[in-house]
Structures are given as structure tokens and as C-alpha cells.
């Protein structure tokens, strides 16, 4: 019987009903992870999700939370322990994904307080309150993996430098984790991604010839990123032959701007 990298571990990967997130969830689950699949608002997307991992032999279910509200963190992180606990026995943790986020394609003119303070919210104090409540569940050994972007490191012609700033506040955070969590073994490390064709880019990348030329123009690699491709990309910072490699921002975006 041949056993998979993850077997016997436990994920919870944020913003998994869709998107990255599903596709980190999916490709965890496949390597034997018990995946908790995180949704905001989309609950039959996410069980679409937890199925998808059981009739591929795995399992996972699904917890809600408005990852913008430290209150709804807290219940999320309730439940977790609950559902955890029932399934393995314990409230522990492996590996934390944290994914969930939002990205209004609008520039610093437009940008209003409202929609600066909900971008912090959820990409910045949400990943900030997820891991604080993470961190005593998880067992020495685990994963953190922040979900970044390319835009942290370069501008690239992009203007949404509040977006961009929540990515950096990100790459940050995970420096700073790497360092107090590593005397437990635990890593933790940006992954950050290129243009990936989701939901979020669907108004201005999908189907869009021109928005598509521009990327591939500035990649090494001449296609759109896929969903799978930070999966793959997660999968290695989460399983064990990613052990020595912590506190560093990992571009996976075909090469953009280098
Ligand atoms: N796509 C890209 O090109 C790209 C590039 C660089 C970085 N990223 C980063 O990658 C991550 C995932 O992006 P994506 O493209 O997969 O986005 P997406 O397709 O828009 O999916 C976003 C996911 O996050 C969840 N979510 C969003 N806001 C939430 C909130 N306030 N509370 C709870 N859940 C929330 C959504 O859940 P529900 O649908 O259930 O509400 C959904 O599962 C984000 O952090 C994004 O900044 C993406």
C-alpha cells in the first residue's frame, strides 16, 4: 500500500471555495491531507470542493468565516477544533494556508477609505488574526504558507498600490513568524503568484486578448498562469522536502518582470 506525503496531516487553507485557494485545497487533499476548506460566502462552492477531495479518495470538509472579522475568526477556529477533533481526535493542525483575499482593480484615485480599510481587513488582519489563532493548534514541524503577490516585489504597469500594500504588509508578517515560530520547526514563507486566470482577473484578464499579450509580453514563460500551478507550487512549501526553506518570498508567475 503505498502512503502519500501528507498522510495524517491537517490543512486549513482559507478562501478554498474558489479559485487558488480550491486548487491548493484539492492538490493538499490529493496528497493525503485532512483539508479544512475555508469559504466566505459561497458554501455550495465549497462543498463542491470537499466532494471533489473525497471522490478522489480524500477528505476534507468545510468551515465559514468572514476572514475581515476577528469575532467570525474566532468561530471559525471553534468550529475547526470541533470538526478536527471529531475526525482525528485532537484540535491539531499541520499546515495553514493563508489565502483568502480581495483585490478591487481600481486605482489609487479611486480608491476610497471604505475600500482601503476592507482591503487591510481581509488581506492584511485577516491573515494576522487567522495565524494567531492558528499558531497554538499547529504542531511542531508545521507549514505557514502566506498567499503574496507579484505586485509586492514590482509595479509592472499595475496601479493598485493598496492592494500591493496589503501584499507587502504580508511578506513582512511572514518574516517575522519565520523567526519566532522557527525554534518549533515551523516554516513559513510567501508564495506569491503572477497573473493567474481566477475570478478575481476574470473582468480584465479572461477573454481579453490584449490584457493577455501584455502579461505573456512580460513573463518568461509564454501562457496565463492556471489555478494547478500554485497548487503545485503550495504543495512543496507544505510537505517535508520543503524543511530548510523559511522566511522567503517565493514568486510563482512563469517569470514575470525578472
Ligand atoms: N489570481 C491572481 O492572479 C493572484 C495573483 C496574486 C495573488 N493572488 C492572491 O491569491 C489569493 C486568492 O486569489 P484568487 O484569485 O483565488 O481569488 P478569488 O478567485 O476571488 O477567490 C477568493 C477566495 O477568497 C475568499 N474570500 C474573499 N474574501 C473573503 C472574506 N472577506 N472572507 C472570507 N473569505 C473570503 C472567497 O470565498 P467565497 O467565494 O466563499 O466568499 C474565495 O474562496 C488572494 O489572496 C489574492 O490576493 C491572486
Redesign the pocket.
Known sequence: MSSKILEGKTALV??????????IAERLGGDGALVAV??????E??DTVVGQIKAAGGDAFAV??????VK?IEDLFATLDKELTTRTGAAHLDILV??????PNIPMEQTDEDTFD?LF???VK?VFFVTKHAIGRLRDGGRIIN?????SRAVGGMDIPA?SA??GA?DVLTRQWAVAYGGRGITVNAL??????????AGW?RDNAESEAMIKSVQALKRI?K?ED?GDAVAFLAGPDSRWVTGQYIEA?GGWLI
Open positions: 482559507t478562501g478554498a471555495s474558489r479559485g487558488l485557494g480550491r486548487a475555508h469559504y466566505g460566502k459561497n458554501r462552492a465549497a465559514q468565516a468572514e476572514i475581515g472579522s467570525s493563508n489565502n483568502a483575499g480581495i483585490a476592507r481587513d481581509v488581506n485577516g498567499i503574496s503577490s507579484g505586485l492592494y496589503t501584499k504580508v506569491a503568484p503572477g497573473a493567474i486566470d481566477t475570478d478575481m482577473n484578464l498562469g489555478a500554485i508567475s
